[in-house]
């Protein structure tokens, strides 16, 4: 089975520029969380979804972040504008479950703003 | 802030010997998971340990929870070079708000051939 597919891996862009970052989740599973791992912070919760809603955002950062699901295949995060602070690693996950299940995660999009 | 805390932050250890991994908590639990992040890639599941459990095993790895000292520990038994990585513990807290999963800052694990 696939599992969680993220695009693009590696994201390298100029401050204030659009960033939209792709996740496509394991079929089947309802849950789909959007995190950001960085050295200072480690790994922190952005937004999750529950049957393509959003459920909790109280992650979000600012208003430049936005999050949508416009189906069970596909989500997106969007930042806009970009700024070199929002260097990270940004990592899709899904699941059957909340908190209660495994999470399967995507291998993530290194995102470099300069 | 963070729910769950790994202990020691690194670790370093020769293969064939036993890797001891440490998580303080807390709040209260539902359930605690582990997770091994290799170098570049995503974290990946390990095992899941619900709270009125108090040990469990999935192959080389052996999971232990003492709700009384809200801690879990994560022994990885005859290591090998392919277990280098980091790893993370994960916890769904009683009254955490949509039982969300809160991760740890992680062990890094180096397993020397």
């Known amino acids: 089975d696939a599992g969680v597919i993220q695009s693009p891996r590696h994201e390298v862009t100029e401050m204030g520029q659009e960033v939209t970052l792709r996740c496509k989740p394991i079929?089947?599973?309802?849950?789909l969380f959007w995190y950001r791992q960085t050295m200072m912070r480690g790994l922190e919760l952005l937004i999750y979804f529950n049957n393509n809603v959003p459920i909790d955002d109280s992650g979000m950062p600012e208003d430049r972040f936005s999050a949508k699901m416009p189906n069970a295949s596909f989500s997106t995060l969007k930042i806009q504008p970009s700024e070199p602070r929002d260097s990270a690693v940004y990592f899709c996950?899904?699941?059957?479950?909340?908190?209660?299940?495994?999470?399967?995660f995507g291998d993530g999009t290194r995102l470099s703003i300069l | 802030s963070q729910q769950g805390e790994e202990d020691p932050q690194a670790l370093s250890i020769q293969e064939g010997e036993n890797a001891t991994m440490n998580c303080s908590y807390k709040t209260s639990i539902n359930n605690l998971q582990w997770y091994r992040q290799n170098s570049g890639r995503g974290l990946v599941h390990l095992i899941l340990i619900r709270s009125n459990e108090r040990e469990k095993h999935s192959g080389r790895l052996r999971v232990t929870l003492d709700t009384s000292k809200k801690s879990s520990s994560l022994l990885i038994t005859a290591s090998r070079a392919a277990d280098t990585a980091s790893y993370f513990c994960a916890t769904d807290a009683v009254g955490g708000g949509y039982n969300k999963l809160i991760f740890g800052a992680g062990t890094r694990l180096a397993v020397h051939p």
């Open positions: 996950a899904s699941s059957l479950g909340p908190g209660n299940q495994p999470q399967h």
């Open positions: 079929s089947g599973h309802d849950y």
